[in-house]
């Protein structure tokens, strides 16, 4: 199988790394990267993709993986792709980019690619199936914490059983499970804890839950977990938008429970993620767009087709709005 990664940020370049790992003495499998200009600059000069791990503020390993083990391009159209070998791509770009991340792999797309989208929030899989066709995506979603410390090397906060693992499913379950697992076995095979999800919806607005509420308050309050769970206001701002976007799934038909979002608070608020900062908090310090509107924008809007009040979360997006200008 050709695995390509496309988007060498926080969390490609993560499973970047965990791939590069897992083929620099099994030859089996291609991996390619889809990076940046700076990205392609660092690989260039470091020769290695780098990847450290951390937990509680303190670094527990340094690994790095040379630039012979994958093949690093900036485009998806200057692969040297195999229209009979089967192509996963996991696309890990910021969700404003899916659709000319999409129109680029188009250019060489076949009935042998499959596209994983580990990208926040529910709408991207509807966006690659506008430009590739339908089928062409698999829903997926991953509890990664990790950061981009420079280009070409990525932080790993902090690691309890299965949490850095794909979850992944058909979002047209007639389809069957037969592709999922056939994937699944080899994202296995890499040592990448790959979950096959029979309702990948219902799993994306479980985490939706959460990335809506701490993903924009960290960026308003230019905080770290830690921080955020310190301060009351924002822990009341974010119960109250978890509980917000559980009554738009549960009134859109998606089965979450309603203890979702205490759940999620009880595995937030330790001290292990104290030091986490959210994807969006590291776009914030590296001066890149948000994804607002992608997240709790979603959230607002659904929620206004349904009659559902959220006033938590537009405060919050209003807020976000004001400081960002």
């Known amino acids: 199988m050709h695995i390509i990664v496309y988007g060498i940020g926080s969390v490609g370049g993560f499973y970047s790394c965990l791939l590069a790992k897992a083929l620099e003495n099994n030859k089996e499998h291609k991996l390619s990267l889809i990076a940046r200009p700076r990205v392609i600059n660092a690989l260039n000069t470091n020769k290695a993709i780098k990847y450290r791990k951390e937990t509680n503020g303190e670094v527990s390993s340094i690994e ?49 690619t499959t596209v994983l989208s580990v990208q926040n929030g529910v709408s991207n899989e509807a966006k690659v199936e506008s430009i590739l066709g339908k089928g062409s995506v698999l829903g997926c979603l991953t509890n990664v914490a990790a950061e981009t410390v420079e280009a070409g090397v990525y932080l790993q906060i902090y690691n309890p059983v299965n949490l850095y693992r794909l979850q992944f499913g058909e979002i047209h379950t007639e389809r069957g499970m037969e592709r999922v697992n056939r994937i699944g076995e080899v994202l296995d095979s890499c ?18 839950v959460w990335n809506s509420a701490f993903n924009p308050i960290s960026a308003l309050y230019k905080a770290t977990l830690g921080k955020l769970a310190k301060n009351p206001q924002a822990t009341r701002e974010a119960l109250g938008i978890m509980a917000e976007t559980t009554a738009v799934a549960r009134a859109k038909g998606i089965n979450i429970s309603e203890q979702t979002p205490e759940k999620h608070w009880e595995l937030t608020n330790r001290p292990e993620w104290a030091s986490f900062k959210t994807s969006m908090l590291q776009d914030l310090e590296a001066g890149k767009e948000l994804e607002t509107d992608e997240l709790l924008g979603y959230v607002i809007s659904e929620a206004e087709k349904l009659n559902i009040e959220t006033p938590f979360a537009k405060k919050v997006f209003d807020e976000l709005a004001v400081n960002m200008v």
């Open 64 to 112: 790095k993986f040379p630039t012979d083990i994958f093949n690093y391009v900036e485009k998806y159209s200057e692969l040297e792709i195999n229209p009979e070998e089967e192509k996963v791509v996991l696309l890990c770009v910021k969700s404003k980019d899916t659709v000319s991340a999409c129109e680029d792999i188009k250019t060489k797309f076949d009935e042998n």
């Open 191 to 208: 040592n990448i804890t790959a979950k096959r999800s029979e309702n990948i919806v219902q799993d994306q607005w479980a985490k939706l």
